[in-house]
């Protein structure tokens, strides 16, 4: 059983930083596009960024300069370090990924998601 869990959401003030994480665990053989998405209150889910099994990266223009997506493929683990946060960055973020599991099969996976609330 594959499965994916976000963590390092919490409460910080405008300006401040976070650094959350999304592991995978399970059955996994190979992990290939790994993405951060967001959903705000009353708002529809939003994607934040992706990141190849390359290393390359994404962002949508509200995060450019602000947020950087990595990955460590031996742990199969992704991450978004967060700065300079703002109110509106307050969401429920997911951790989202197509992965390859040990008997070759793909399929696509979310995590349950970790809050950030940006406020003062």
């Known amino acids: 059983q594959v499965q994916l869990v976000e963590s390092g959401g919490g409460l910080v003030q405008p300006g401040g930083s976070l650094r959350l994480s999304c592991a995978g665990s399970?059955?996994?053989?190979?992990?290939?596009?790994m993405n951060w998405y967001r959903q705000a209150p009353g708002k529809e889910r939003e994607l934040v960024a992706t990141?190849?099994?390359?290393?390359?990266?994404n962002y949508v223009d509200s995060v450019k300069g602000r947020f950087t997506i990595s990955r460590d493929n031996d742990k199969n683990t992704m991450y978004l370090q967060m700065n300079s946060l703002k109110s509106e960055d307050t969401a429920v973020y997911y951790c989202?990924?197509?992965?390859?599991?040990?008997?070759?099969?793909?399929?696509?996976?979310w995590g349950k998601g970790t809050l950030v609330t940006v406020s003062s």
């Open positions: 990141i190849t099994s390359g290393g390359s990266a």
């Open positions: 989202n990924a197509f992965i390859e599991n040990v008997a070759h099969y793909v399929r696509n996976y």
């Open positions: 399970g059955s996994i053989f190979r992990i290939n596009g």
